[in-house]
């Protein structure tokens, strides 16, 4: 695939040509039967003109938008090359970024990329920038701080990296927790006893786990407590050597709570506490310790801080536009 850019000026305001050929592959696989594929491409990008002319695609606007599409072309022109053709529902698909486990599919990756295997066969891998910096970190640093908004696969991310270490022998046992706090439901009326109240909140970290460990298997570690699953309370008084410990919804703990989870770590062991700054379920007088144990140890050796934002997200693609919204919603609120 070549491309050829060129600048022109009209009224005033720049605008940006750029042709991409699609010598590589077969153009109507690409433009679809009477152009239908091609119609999804332009209701993606609505601000640009985007023309077509045998093998060539002609887009023109501005910059960042015919960047964005541009990658989105180059993803679709790869998955061809490979396949030879691409069905409808899958063009849509990388379009929009609906099923980015789908997308991810679509082209090759390089093997060393694969953090585990999973049940099936599916490899779970860092997706974005961020989260390949995540597990970058992670080889060099015992405990890692993970801040970001909803989506953006903190805790995804954390639990491969723990299962990657189980799975190559460098820890003897995984343990995540999380904080057992109230998100505007009163914990005492749900049905149960204690392990049944507390479960839904931990249900994220077996979703998760589920992914990536036979069934069958996850429930010999978990019986064996060669991975345990527990509320944040539980952690209190034990020393965690030759662990991986991950530290969910961190943002929903107190100074007191995150300060006594991280003198838990014992040798041989690495933590990983994840949080989302924008969504503290505390009570109104208290304030979330990540806030403070981010910024008091941001300058310690063998401590690492990653922050995550809406491009990492990785869900349904309106999940990156409605945390934009309520960022700009913040920012509003903030300057007024």
Do not use: C
Not at 36 to 51: A, E, H, S, T, V
Not at 97 to 115: I, Q, R, S, T
Not at 164 to 172: C, I, P, S, T
Not at 190 to 197: I, N, R, S, T
């Amino acid at each position: 695939m070549k491309e050829n850019s060129s600048t022109k000026n009209q009224k005033s305001s720049t605008l940006t040509e750029t042709i991409i050929n699609l010598d590589s592959i077969n153009p109507i696989e690409f433009f679809g039967v009477n152009n239908g594929k091609l119609d999804l491409l332009k209701k993606r990008f609505p601000l640009l003109k985007i023309l077509s002319r045998g093998t060539q695609i002609k887009l023109s606007g501005a910059q960042e938008q015919i960047t964005e599409a541009k990658e989105k072309i180059e993803t679709l022109v790869q998955y061809l090359e490979r396949n030879g053709n691409v069905s409808h529902n899958y063009f849509e698909q990388i379009l929009g970024g609906d099923d980015a486990e789908v997308v991810d599919n679509f082209v090759e990756k390089n093997p060393h990329d694969v953090l585990v295997f999973g049940p099936n066969g599916k490899s779970v891998r860092a997706r974005t920038l961020n989260q390949k910096k995540m597990v970058s970190l992670a080889e060099t640093n015992d405990v890692i701080f993970a801040i970001g908004p909803a989506g953006t696969g903190k805790t995804y991310t954390a639990v491969a990296l723990a299962v990657r270490a189980l799975k190559n022998k460098m820890v003897k046992k995984i343990i995540l927790t999380r904080p057992a706090v109230e998100a505007g439901e009163s914990l005492g009326f749900l049905p149960g006893d204690l392990k049944e109240k507390i479960d839904p909140y931990l249900r994220p970290l077996y979703d998760a786990l589920d992914d990536m460990i036979p069934a069958d298997k996850l429930g010999y570690y978990m019986s064996t407590r060669v991975i345990e699953i527990a509320p944040l309370a539980y952690m209190r008084g034990r020393t965690l050597d030759h662990a991986f410990i991950i530290l969910d919804e961190a943002q929903n703990t107190t100074d007191l709570q995150i300060k006594m989870f991280l003198t838990r770590i014992g040798a041989n062991a690495k933590a990983i506490i994840t949080g989302d700054l924008s969504q503290v379920d505390l009570p109104k007088n208290q304030r979330s310790g990540l806030i403070k144990a981010s910024r008091i140890l941001k300058n310690i050796d063998g401590i690492a801080h990653i922050e995550l934002d809406e491009e990492d997200v990785v869900r349904h693609r309106l999940v990156k536009a409605i945390i934009k919204a309520y960022d700009k919603e913040n920012e509003q609120h903030d300057a007024g």
